[in-house]
C-alpha cells in the first residue's frame, strides 16, 4: 500500500511561484512512477508531469514545459512540484499519484490517470490576475 499525502497549495497571483509537496511512502530504490496531475470542475483530471523514481527521467506537459519542475527528495521520500509564472489557467486541485513498476520499465507517456492506483487527497492552486 502507498500512501500520498499533499501539502502547499494556495492563492498567488499571476507571475507568482508555489511549491507542492507529496510525502510518499515509496521506496526510493522501488522502481515507481510518480507523477503531478491536476483537474478544474467538470473536467477530466490532466497530467502536468511524472517522474521515474530508480532513474530519475522527467517528462512534462506541453502547457507547463519551462515553468514547472518535478523533483524528489529520496532522503524524505517526498516529491515536489516548483511552479513558477503562474497563470489563471494553473487553476486546479493538484493531486499526487503513483504506480509501481516492474525493474526495467519505464512511465507510460503521456501518463493517463489509469495508469496510476495510488492518489493523494488533492490541494488547491488557485491564481488570479
Known amino acids: 500500500q502507498v500512501v500520498l499525502v499533499e501539502s502547499g497549495g494556495g492563492s498567488v497571483q499571476v507571475g507568482g511561484s508555489l511549491r507542492l509537496s507529496c510525502a510518499a511512502s515509496?521506496?526510493?530504490?522501488?522502481?515507481?512512477?510518480m507523477g503531478w496531475f491536476r483537474q478544474v470542475p467538470e473536467k477530466e483530471r490532466e497530467w502536468v508531469a511524472s517522474?521515474?523514481?530508480?532513474?530519475?527521467?522527467?517528462s512534462y506537459d506541453d502547457s507547463v514545459k519551462g515553468r514547472f519542475t518535478i523533483s524528489r527528495d529520496d532522503a524524505t521520500n517526498t516529491l515536489y512540484l516548483q511552479m513558477n509564472s503562474l497563470q489563471v489557467e494553473d487553476t486546479a486541485v493538484y493531486y499526487c499519484?503513483?504506480?509501481?513498476?516492474?525493474?526495467?520499465?519505464?512511465?507510460?507517456?503521456?501518463?493517463?490517470?489509469?495508469?496510476?492506483?495510488?492518489w493523494g487527497q488533492g490541494t488547491q492552486v488557485t491564481v488570479s490576475s
Open positions: 517522474l521515474l523514481t530508480v532513474d530519475g527521467s522527467l
Open positions: 515509496v521506496d526510493p530504490y522501488t522502481q515507481a512512477c
Open positions: 499519484a503513483a504506480e509501481l513498476k516492474a525493474p526495467w520499465t519505464a512511465c507510460e507517456y503521456p501518463p493517463q490517470t489509469l495508469d496510476f492506483a495510488y
